[in-house]
């Protein structure tokens, strides 16, 4: 299985300043063919299922804030908030989808 | 706009079979990933397993022998059996889709909590 990890388990943030989430994978998910990395964010908000936010590394959902941004290639990858807006409270897991089993980092708590 | 809702009981008892089904709504099933993905109280996601067009499985090797997912398109749902549980598979329940082998999870349903308990 790929091991997914994250650092920070938590951050705590001013508002309007940046957050940055680490997730690092236990062996490389670019696939060389395409060039593309297998790795997804998705945000979590308290009672709330995940939302996708971030996939192949760098690629934003629709919908999602231009504040979000992803990168990174073969097992390091980053995901930031620009500027942290109040809603952003929420829990950040990144997954790989390279191969199965998929697997998901523990997460990391953002807050204000 | 698609939609996916997870029903089934909330309370199952240690060495019991968990039976859960999610109804999909708002678009087809077919050359879908449908997957069931777990979350104990918490804690972190575990995905559990899909089922792709009927016939295609492929589940979470930690699982495996205890996992059994079925899909009925007729009804636009599919299904999730976990056998013998423990308390250890207490967890909100999510179903979730795909739309490629390797793509992640764009829809999600809104998840379901199942104690484990006697």
């Known amino acids: 299985d790929i091991v997914m990890t994250q650092s920070p388990d938590s951050l705590a943030v001013s508002l309007g300043e940046r957050a940055t989430v680490n997730c690092k994978s236990s062996?490389?998910?670019?696939?060389?063919?395409?060039?593309?990395?297998?790795l997804a964010w998705y945000q979590q908000r308290p009672g709330q299922p995940p939302k996708l936010l971030i996939y192949w590394a760098s690629t934003r959902e629709s919908g999602v804030p231009d504040r979000f941004s992803g990168s990174g290639s073969g097992t390091d990858f980053t995901l930031t908030i620009s500027s942290l807006q109040a809603e952003d409270v929420a829990v950040y897991y990144c997954?790989?989808?390279?191969?199965?089993?998929?697997?998901f980092g523990p997460g990391t708590e953002v807050d204000v | 706009q698609v939609q996916l809702q997870e029903s089934g009981p909330g309370l199952v008892k240690p060495s019991e079979t968990l039976s859960l089904t999610c109804t999909v709504s708002?678009?087809?099933?077919?050359?879908?990933?449908w997957s069931w993905i777990r979350q104990p109280p918490g804690k972190g996601l575990e995905w559990i397993g899909y089922?792709?067009?009927?016939?295609?499985?492929n589940y979470n090797p930690s699982l495996k022998s205890r996992v059994t997912i079925s899909v009925d398109t007729s009804k636009n749902q599919f299904s999730l059996k976990l056998s013998s549980v423990t308390a250890a598979d207490t967890a909100v329940y999510y179903c979730?889709?795909?739309?490629?082998?390797?793509?992640?999870?764009?829809?999600w349903g809104q998840g379901t909590l199942v104690t484990v308990s006697s």
């Open positions: 979730a889709r795909r739309d490629g082998y390797s793509t992640p999870f764009d829809y």
């Open positions: 089922i792709y067009n009927i016939e295609t499985t």
């Open positions: 997954q790989q989808y390279y191969t199965a089993p998929i697997t």
């Open positions: 062996q490389s998910v670019l696939y060389s063919a395409n060039n593309r990395n297998y």
């Open positions: 708002g678009g087809p099933m077919n050359d879908y990933y």
